[in-house]
C-alpha cells in the first residue's frame, strides 16, 4: 500500500494558570495496542518526542491514519516523580488524539500540573 506521510501534530503546553511552559517533552505514545491509557505506556520508548519552546510550543511529526497518546513532562523514561509537572492531553476521555488527513490537529493543547506525593 501507499506510505502514508507523517501529519505534523502541534499545541501549546500551559500550566493551570495559562501560562506557557518552556522546556517540558512531549511525547506520543502508538495507542492501537492499549485500548486504555495506563501509566505503565510512558516507561515504553518511543520515537515521538519534542520539547516545548519558550511560547511552550511542541511539534510532532506523526503517522496518519493511527491513535497517539499524548503525555507532556518534565523528565522521560520513568514514572513521574513528586513535584514533576506532568499532563495528559485531554481532548477525550482516552486523553488520545487520531491523526488523519482533514482532521485539524495544530491546537493540541496539553495542561500541566505538579504532581503531589
Known amino acids: 500500500g501507499m506510505l502514508l506521510q507523517p501529519l505534523p501534530v502541534s499545541g501549546t503546553v500551559m500550566d493551570l494558570s495559562g501560562k506557557p511552559v518552556e522546556g517540558l517533552y512531549v511525547t506520543a505514545y502508538p495507542a492501537d495496542q492499549f485500548p ?11 520515537d515521538y518526542m519534542a520539547k516545548t519552546d519558550k511560547n511552550g510550543r511542541y511539534q ?12 507532556a513532562r518534565q523528565r522521560i523514561g520513568e514514572a513521574p516523580d513528586h513535584m514533576e509537572l506532568y499532563g495528559l492531553y485531554e481532548g477525550n476521555a482516552n486523553h488520545s ?8 490537529t495544530s491546537q493540541v493543547d496539553i495542561v500541566v500540573e505538579e504532581i503531589m506525593p
Open 97 to 104: 488524539i487520531t491523526v488523519g488527513p482533514g482532521k485539524d
Open 60 to 71: 510532532l511529526d506523526l503517522e496518519a491514519g493511527k491513535t497517539y497518546y499524548l503525555v
Open 36 to 46: 486504555l491509557f495506563q501509566m505503565y505506556v510512558i516507561r515504553l520508548i518511543t
